[in-house]
Structure formats: structure tokens, C-alpha cells
């Protein structure tokens, strides 16, 4: 639904007097002083790691007009525009094999990644489907299998148990794969089962850690849940992140969903920082669901605020 760590070719401080040994012992005291005048007390401290830069994507659900009538040129623009990572929705399941190999070289060529799919039931329900959803994943590269929405009729607690229990069943059948199960919330999920635990709390609680708890922002915040305590609450599990703003208003008023990234009511520097620190996010997926601009003007508009933003932390 991504990334590179770079190494020193310094020696070092053991290896260095190791080189020194072979030297004559006054080159080497010229040496040592030599290092400790121009790097100070501090010569021998390692240096702060680089910060990880963790790569910007899009659900192409935000631009879905645009896919349907073609997803060459999509794809092209989206990575044009500067998205690096890609997730799939639901129609990718109809692909053949040998079209979804197209559209991965379509990926490469264009220095693009999926990392996620969204997915129904079936694709975490054991048998031919899943079986499908495991084949299309991998030649996509795709590393979550996301389940879209929630199940439906699951009735009370233990009805929400069982449904966890299918979560740890995908989860363990993917593993061997090089794959995870994933579920992505919507504001349903915020309310409380039974008058008791909220449906994200029960679906943390009964799967286990590898399970993907894809945090779709928006959602919950209309919910009036809190995004922050939610990822501090379940470290290492927010390992992707719909990037999708709310404010409270009609759509007429292009309130709702409609507004673009961070013009909404969303804390994203208080969020993003618990994401990066905490939550384990690889990777973050713009979402908007639509505006009074087009799909790629509005894909193209919220990345370069999120740019901005970025420049600024």
C-alpha cells in the first residue's frame, strides 16, 4: 500500500587503530592528534541517524473518474503530479494475471509502488479468493491486504470477535506470503459495541500485532474520535495512513469531505508526528473523496500542501 538506508565508509574508531598498528608509531600519535583537533571531544560520537523518509502516495479512489476511463494515463499523471506509491480499490480484483503483470511494469516504468490493495471479505476468507487476492497482490508488490469496509451484519461483542478471529486466520495464511492483513476504518467503527468497547478497540484487542489497523483520518475525526490517542494507543500498527481532512458542514458547503488537505479540523502535525514516532507508518495515502476541483486538481493541490508542510516540520 517503502525505504533506503545509506552506511558510513568511515572506518571505525576500533578499526582505525587497528590501520594505525601498521604504521610507525609516531605517523600514528601525528594521527590521533591531528583527528582530535579537527573533530574535537566529540570525534568518536556516532553521527544522529538520517530521518527515514517515508514515501507520499494516493488511493486511487480519489481520482476513480479518471481510472475507470483510463489507467495508463492515470497512472502517468498521478506520478507526474509527484505521488510515489499507489493503492488499488476493489476493481483491481477483476484483473487477469497477465494484465495485473501490465500494470506492474506500467508501475515500474513510472517509478510508482502499491503497497496496499482495498479488498472485500472474501479476499481474507480462506479459499479460492483469497487465493486470488494473494496471487494479484504479490505481482503488484503490494505488501497489505486491506479489507475496505466492514463486514456486514455482525451483530454485538462476539460478533465482532469472530470477525477477529477470520482477521488472525487471513493473517496467519498470508504470512508465509510476505503479505499482512489489514482493516480500514470508517466512522461506524468508533462507535461502541454492546455500550461497552469501541469496534476498533475490540478489532486491536482480538488481532494480533501484525494485523495493519489502516487509519483512514477523516472518518474518525468525524466520528469525533482522536486520531492521535488512537495511533499512541497502538504502537507499531499504523503502519499506513489515508490522509483525508473533515470539517463540520454540509457538502454544499463544501464541508465534509470535500474539503482539501488540512482544511479541515484535523491536527496533522500533532498526528503526524505520533504516526512517525510511534505509530510505524510506512507509507501515507492522499484521500480525498472529492472537491470543487477536479480529481487530479484536487490530488495535485493537496499533495503540494502536504509538501509544504512537510518543508516546514
Not at 568511515?10 to 594521527?31: C, E, M, N, W
Not at 514515501?55 to 495508463?72: H, S
Amino acid at each position: 500500500m517503502h525505504q533506503k538506508n545509506s552506511t558510513s565508509s568511515s572506518p571505525s574508531r576500533r578499526q582505525f587503530f587497528a590501520l594505525s598498528a601498521a604504521v610507525p608509531a609516531a605517523l600514528a600519535v601525528h594521527t590521533l592528534k591531528g583527528r582530535a583537533f579537527a573533530a574535537g571531544a566529540g570525534a568518536d560520537a556516532p553521527a544522529p541517524p538520517a530521518k527515514k523518509k517515508i514515501p507520499i502516495g494516493i488511493e486511487l479512489y480519489a481520482v476513480r473518474g479518471e481510472l475507470q476511463k483510463d489507467l495508463p494515463k492515470t497512472l502517468q499523471t498521478v506520478a507526474k503530479i509527484g505521488y510515489e506509491v499507489v493503492e488499488f480499490y476493489s476493481p483491481y480484483f477483476g484483473w487477469k494475471f497477465p494484465y495485473a503483470k501490465e500494470v506492474r511494469t506500467m508501475m515500474d516504468d513510472l517509478g510508482l509502488r502499491c503497497y496496499s490493495t482495498h479488498n472485500g471479505l472474501g479476499s481474507l476468507t480462506a479459499g479460492e479468493t483469497m487465493d486470488r487476492a494473494i496471487e494479484l497482490n504479490q505481482i503488484l508488490g503490494s505488501r497489505i491486504i486491506v479489507l475496505a469496509s466492514p463486514p456486514r451484519g455482525v451483530v454485538g461483542l462476539e460478533g465482532w470477535k469472530k470477525v477477529c478471529e477470520q482477521f488472525t486466520a487471513a493473517s496467519e495464511r498470508f504470512a508465509p506470503h510476505g503479505l499482512a492483513a489489514g482493516f480500514h476504518n470508517h466512522a461506524s467503527e468508533w462507535a461502541k459495541v454492546d455500550g461497552e468497547l469501541r469496534i476498533m478497540d475490540v478489532i486491536a484487542a482480538h488481532t494480533p500485532r501484525e494485523f495493519v489497523l489502516q487509519l483512514d483520518v477523516g472518518t474518525c475525526v468525524q466520528a469525533g474520535a482522536d486520531p492521535v490517542a488512537w495511533i499512541k494507543a497502538n504502537p507499531g500498527r499504523i503502519r499506513s495512513v489515508h490522509l483525508k481532512d473533515w470539517a463540520p458542514g454540509a457538502k454544499e458547503q463544501e464541508k465534509a469531505y470535500r474539503v482539501l488537505f488540512m482544511e479541515g479540523v484535523t491536527p496533522w502535525k500533532e498526528l503526524i508526528a505520533a504516526a512517525e514516532s510511534v505509530g510505524g507508518v510506512e507509507f501515507y495515502l492522499m484521500e480525498q473523496e472529492g472537491s470543487r476541483y477536479s480529481e487530479f486538481e484536487t490530488a495535485e493541490r493537496c499533495l503540494a500542501t502536504w509538501k509544504a508542510m512537510r518543508r516546514g516540520v
